[in-house]
């Protein structure tokens, strides 16, 4: 939604900011600024958040201020400690305003999450977006606003698409839809339904329907949540048809709970388990259990109606095995990085650029954050992604490796878990007995490239 120049003036914001001291759009004049509405709770803010990470990491030298408005959707995403969470777990370094009392929500007459707004070198409001999607177009117009403020800037290409279902002949199907457990606006599909503002017993038996949750136990009903209480056994079950299930979970009267997930019936397998899942021992099974703060268990029965979703066109078979990696380019005096895999490693000896796996559902800034603090105990500053490849190995197993510069770390380097590490010039890679993954980008920057 493009809105035409001088028309609307953006409200002032907030008094309590992460990440910056306050600002004002009166003093930002002179400067673009993207104000995108969140909730670290809501997955659609989720999946936006490494494009608005990008554009503040590619523009913020050029003219461009970004800003994070918190508007919480539930009671518990008000407290600040929780939202400090969410920006460290998302990597989030721009400037973040609280908007708890939904103070800036209602003076951008705004009415959904995400949204982002562009505003103009003069204030003005420029370019709304509703949703996800449409990074292309809100990257162009942020191109246009700062060539209004230097027409002789140099701008990078637009991005790739950071997400594979963003990308040109990826296939999505239709995926399960948002499901609310609170009363207010939840769908449960016991008979009955809710028993509201109370506490009750709950039972269910037969065959359960999409987009409708069922409860056993005996639980407490609520506008905003549903929170299992006293002694037993508490289930909930879900169908969906999507590539991964998120569930926001929380418990306020003790200091542990445990979590039992079951996807049809079965515990969780090593593959399906994301980074908050932990494995133990049960009755000769491995069990997936995650841990929170809380009192009680619950189980939650996870019945998978299709395939995986966002898959490519081209081999979808494929497309689901393959391992996605992420890997730092540190970047200090001219010179990079590499490590050294230990003997006991797979490919032992071999040498590669820091990094790991991306967990399920993890946005691949954060992944590349905490892998480069377990490896090298540094808290980095995720710059731009400068290459993405994908690669077979003669085996069969695909990776698909996206890079990304680090210019900026606090803390010293250390090795944490290497053989060895080095620094070394780029045009002295190709000595190294690199991953045959990496070579491909090895030789380009040996040639000068991409730094």
Same mark, same amino acid.
């Given at each position: 939604?493009?809105?035409?120049?001088?028309?609307?003036?953006?409200?002032?914001? =907030?008094?309590?900011?992460?990440?910056?001291?306050?600002?004002?759009?009166?003093?930002?004049?002179?400067?673009?600024?993207?104000?995108?509405?969140?909730?670290?709770?809501? !997955?659609?803010?989720?999946?936006?958040?490494?494009?608005?990470?990008?554009?503040?990491?590619?523009?913020?030298?050029?003219?461009?201020?970004?800003? =994070?408005?918190?508007?919480?959707?539930?009671?518990?995403?008000?407290?600040?400690?929780?939202?400090?969470?969410?920006?460290?777990?998302?990597?989030?370094?721009?400037?973040?305003?609280?908007?708890?009392?939904?103070?800036?929500?209602?003076?951008?007459?705004?009415?959904?999450?995400?949204?982002?707004?562009?505003?103009?070198?003069?204030?003005?409001?420029?370019?709304?977006?509703?949703?996800?999607?449409?990074? =292309?177009?809100?990257?162009?117009?942020?191109?246009? /606003?700062?060539?209004?403020?230097?027409?002789?800037?140099?701008?990078?290409?637009?991005?790739?698409?950071?997400?594979?279902?963003?990308? !040109?002949?990826?296939?999505?199907?239709?995926?399960?839809?948002? /499901?609310?457990?609170?009363?207010?606006?939840?769908?449960?599909?016991?008979? =009955?339904?809710?028993?509201?503002?109370?506490?009750?017993?709950?039972?269910?038996?037969?065959?359960?329907?999409?987009?409708?949750?069922?409860?056993?136990?005996?639980?407490?009903?609520?506008?905003?949540?549903?929170?299992?209480?006293?002694?037993?056994?508490?289930?909930?079950?879900?169908?969906?048809?999507?590539?991964?299930?998120?569930?926001?979970?929380?418990?306020?009267?003790?200091?542990?709970?445990?979590?039992? #997930?079951?996807?049809?019936?079965?515990?969780?397998?090593?593959?399906?388990?994301?980074?908050?899942?932990?494995?133990?021992?049960?009755?000769?099974?491995?069990?997936?259990?995650?841990?929170?703060?809380?009192?009680?268990?619950?189980?939650?029965?996870?019945?998978?109606?299709?395939?995986?979703?966002?898959?490519?066109?081209?081999?979808?078979? $494929?497309?689901?095995?393959?391992?996605?990696?992420?890997?730092?380019?540190?970047?200090?005096?001219?010179?990079?990085?590499?490590?050294?895999?230990?003997?006991?490693?797979?490919?032992?000896?071999?040498?590669?650029?820091?990094?790991?796996?991306?967990?399920?559902?993890?946005?691949?800034?954060?992944?590349?954050?905490?892998?480069?603090?377990?490896?090298?105990?540094? %808290?980095?500053?995720?710059?731009?992604?400068?290459?993405?490849?994908?690669?077979?190995?003669?085996?069969?197993? !695909?990776?698909?490796?996206?890079?990304?510069?680090?210019?900026?770390?606090?803390?010293?380097?250390?090795? $944490?878990?290497?053989?060895?590490?080095?620094?070394?010039?780029?045009?002295? %890679?190709?000595?190294?007995?690199?991953?045959?993954?990496?070579?491909?980008?090895?030789?380009?920057?040996?040639?000068?490239?991409? #730094?």
């Amino acid at each position: 939604m493009r809105v035409d120049k001088g028309k609307v003036r953006a409200p002032e914001i =907030g008094r309590v900011w992460l990440n910056s001291t306050p600002l004002s759009f009166r003093q930002l004049r002179g400067r673009a600024v993207l104000v995108d509405f969140w909730d670290y709770t809501c !997955m659609n803010c989720i999946r936006t958040l490494p494009y608005v990470q990008a554009w503040h990491e590619r523009y913020r030298d050029k003219g461009l201020t970004v800003i =994070g408005v918190h508007t919480p959707e539930f009671t518990f995403a008000q407290y600040e400690s929780n939202v400090e969470r969410g920006i460290r777990e998302f990597g989030l370094t721009y400037p973040i305003v609280i908007d708890s009392n939904r103070e800036i929500w209602k003076a951008f007459a705004n009415r959904y999450w995400p949204t982002k707004y562009l505003l103009d070198k003069d204030g003005y409001l420029r370019f709304g977006h509703f949703g996800e999607g449409g990074y =292309g177009e809100c990257e162009q117009v942020i191109q246009e /606003l700062l060539r209004e403020i230097d027409p002789a800037i140099e701008l990078p290409p637009l991005m790739e698409p950071l997400r594979e279902e963003h990308r !040109m002949g990826a296939v999505c199907y239709r995926a399960s839809g948002e /499901l609310n457990l609170g009363n207010r606006c939840g769908r449960i599909g016991n008979e =009955g339904g809710f028993k509201e503002d109370q506490i009750a017993d709950y039972a269910f038996t037969g065959k359960t329907e999409e987009n409708f949750f069922y409860a056993t136990g005996r639980w407490a009903s609520t506008a905003e949540y549903f929170e299992a209480v006293e002694s037993g056994p508490h289930t909930l079950r879900l169908n969906y048809e999507a590539a991964a299930v998120n569930l926001v979970m929380d418990c306020q009267h003790a200091s542990e709970a445990e979590v039992v #997930l079951l996807q049809d019936g079965k515990p969780l397998a090593r593959r399906q388990a994301t980074r908050d899942t932990r494995f133990r021992p049960s009755a000769g099974a491995r069990t997936g259990t995650a841990l929170f703060r809380g009192r009680g268990g619950v189980c939650i029965y996870l019945h998978q109606l299709c395939g995986s979703c966002n898959q490519r066109a081209a081999d979808s078979q $494929r497309a689901q095995a393959m391992k996605r990696v992420v890997a730092g380019l540190i970047v200090k005096d001219g010179k990079l990085l590499v490590c050294q895999r230990t003997r006991h490693q797979t490919m032992p000896l071999k040498w590669e650029f820091p990094g790991g796996k991306i967990e399920q559902g993890e946005p691949p800034r954060a992944a590349l954050r905490r892998e480069l603090e377990e490896e090298l105990g540094i %808290l980095a500053t995720i710059g731009d992604e400068v290459r993405r490849i994908q690669h077979e190995y003669p085996n069969g197993g !695909m990776v698909e490796l996206r890079f990304f510069i680090v210019r900026e770390y606090q803390k010293e380097i250390e090795n $944490r878990i290497f053989r060895d590490i080095q620094w070394a010039e780029p045009q002295a %890679l190709p000595a190294f007995d690199f991953l045959e993954a990496d070579l491909t980008l090895v030789n380009e920057l040996a040639a000068g490239k991409l #730094l």
